[in-house]
């Protein structure tokens, strides 16, 4: 099996920064991609940013030039840093992974539980 751990969620004031973290652990022979997503209340679940292993980090619109996406691969870990942050970012935020299993050798997508953002004043 195969499990993702996030953290660093929270309350923070607009203008206000948060980094998230991502440790992926279990039966893991590689990492194809990881991304963050994020659903608000009442919308659709949205990708925020991805960092394909070996590709180039992309990033919604609307958090361009605010949050960055980096990995460290001896970690299994994937991190979102935010800046920068607006009401609007306020959001349950998951953390995805297309992994190869060792076990199986077989390409499976996996999601974490989920972490709480609230940018409020």
């Known amino acids: 099996q195969v499990q993702l751990v996030e953290s660093g969620g929270g309350l923070v004031q607009p203008g206000g920064s948060l980094r998230l973290s991502c440790a992926a652990s279990?039966?893991?022979?590689?990492?194809?991609?990881m991304a963050w997503y994020r659903q608000a209340p009442g919308k659709q679940r949205e990708l925020v940013a991805g960092?394909?292993?070996?590709?180039?980090?992309n990033y919604a619109d609307s958090v361009k030039g605010r949050f960055t996406i980096s990995r460290d691969n001896p970690k299994k870990t994937v991190y979102l840093q935010m800046n920068s942050l607006k009401p609007e970012d306020t959001a349950v935020y998951y953390c995805?992974?297309?992994?190869?299993?060792?076990?199986?050798?077989?390409?499976?997508?996996?999601w974490g539980q989920g972490t709480q953002v609230t940018v409020s004043s």
């Open positions: 279990g039966d893991i022979f590689s990492i194809v991609a």
């Open positions: 960092f394909p292993t070996g590709g180039s980090r």
């Open positions: 995805n992974a297309d992994i190869f299993r060792t076990m199986t050798m077989t390409r499976d997508n996996y």
